[in-house]
Structure formats: C-alpha cells, structure tokens
T-cell receptor, first 110, second 113 residues
Framework: GENVEQHPSTLSVQEGDSAVIKCTYS??????FPWYKQELGKGPQLIID?????GEKKDQRIAVTLNKTAKHFSLHITETQPEDSAVYFC?????????FGKGTMLLVSP | KAGVTQTPRYLIKTRGQQVTLSCSPI?????VSWYQQTPGQGLQFLFE???????NKGNFPGRFSGRQFSNSRSEMNVSTLELGDSALYLC????????????FGQGTRLTVV
C-alpha cells in the first residue's frame, strides 16, 4: 500500500521566517495531495491541496509544490506568525483513501 | 454551512464493552471516512462509506465496523474494546467525486480503561 514519509518531525522558526515541510510518497497512482493543520483539541483542518496534474499552487502565505517524477511534495509557509504554530500533516490520496505522514510540529516564536 | 459534527466528543469505556460513534457530514456530502489517530501510529484509515456502501477499508480487525444511513450520517462501532483502542476517532466528509477535499470533524476522544 501507500507509504508517506514526512520531515522534519519538529520545526522551530522565528516569527517572520519561512518554514518548509517535505513529504515523499511511494505509490505513483496517488493523485491528490492535501495538507492539514491540526491545533490542540481540534480535528485536522485542510489548508491547501494539489493534484497530480499541477506542479505548484499558492494561497497567500502558503504554497505547495509537487514533483511527480521524484514522488515528493512540499509545503512552504512564508512570513510565519505565532498562530501558525500547530501540527501539520501531509497526505496522499488514491481513490478517496488518505494516507497520512506522521506530522510536523511547527513552533513559531515571537 | 455547518461543518462535520461528531458525537459524543468524549467517551470512557471499560475493556470488553462496545461503543458506537456518530458522524454527521457536511450537507450535500455523500462520502464519509473514518480515521483513528494515536500518538504512536498517527492517522490511520479505517473505512469509507459512499451512498450507504462501504467503498474502502483499512487494515483494522473485524471488531471495527461502520455503516452509513440514507441521509449520509454514519456510525462506527467497536466491539470487545481493548486498551489499545484508546484514540481520537475522526470522521471526514467529502463530495461525490473521489479524491476531492475532505473536511474533518473535531473527533471523538475514546478512552478505554
């Protein structure tokens, strides 16, 4: 089955810096790659996604890139703010089933 | 537009008991998926229902089951509870087409003692 690796497991940055989280997947049939943000005591919140026919997508301070050949995708957050502190999960989807990475705890210090 | 609603939010059960969790998807969504989240294993897929039919199933024992009703609401049941079943159980709803945005509820925190 699909396997998703996510790095780093923890990431500490200063407010205003950029943060990058990387994921790799194993199944070339996966065609949809969402990113979720999970705050303490809450369910995962979809923040951005990308499909296999697109190389890059941007939404304000957040961007995602996908390299299908290398089977990896990345989340980029620019101008980080303390409220960006949370656990971020990448996922790969095939036929509606999401396989998640283990998560990255992002801490943004003021 | 109301989000995904899961009830109850918290549950404490004893080993050997059974439990039923409920999920109401976003209005108009017909696909409901269930995930188990634990610190050790992360988020793991349990099963997905679409139009009252189980469309996909993860690698969990038969003690874990689910169903979906005609109004798209879904329930999952865990029988003969074990300590290792303690977890956050999350429900996600999505639209008609596979591989579209999935929106999660707040989850049900199950503690087995």
């Amino acid at each position: 089955g699909e396997n998703v690796e996510q790095h780093p497991s923890t990431l500490s940055v200063q407010e205003g810096d950029s943060a990058v989280i990387k994921c790799t997947y194993s199944d070339s049939a996966s065609n949809y790659f969402p990113w979720y943000k999970q705050e303490l005591g809450k369910g995962p919140q979809l923040i951005i996604d990308i499909r296999s026919n697109v190389g890059e997508k941007k939404d304000q301070r957040i961007a995602v890139t996908l390299n299908k050949t290398a089977k990896h995708f990345s989340l980029h957050i620019t101008e980080t703010q303390p409220e960006d502190s949370a656990v971020y999960f990448c996922a790969a989807s095939k036929r509606g089933t999401l396989t998640f990475g283990k998560g990255t705890m992002l801490l943004v210090s003021p | 537009k109301a989000g995904v609603t899961q009830t109850p939010r918290y549950l404490i059960k004893t080993r050997g008991q059974q439990v039923t969790l409920s999920c109401s998807p976003i209005s108009g969504h017909r696909s409901v998926s269930w995930y188990q989240q634990t610190p050790g294993q992360g988020l793991q897929f349990l099963f997905e229902y679409f139009s009252e039919t189980q469309r996909n199933k993860g690698n969990f024992p038969g003690r874990f089951s689910g169903r979906q009703f005609s109004n798209s609401r879904s329930e999952m049941n865990v029988s003969t509870l074990e300590l290792g079943d303690s977890a956050l159980y999350l429900c996600a709803s999505s639209g008609r087409v596979a591989d579209t945005e999935a929106f999660f509820g707040q989850g049900t925190r199950l503690t087995v003692v």
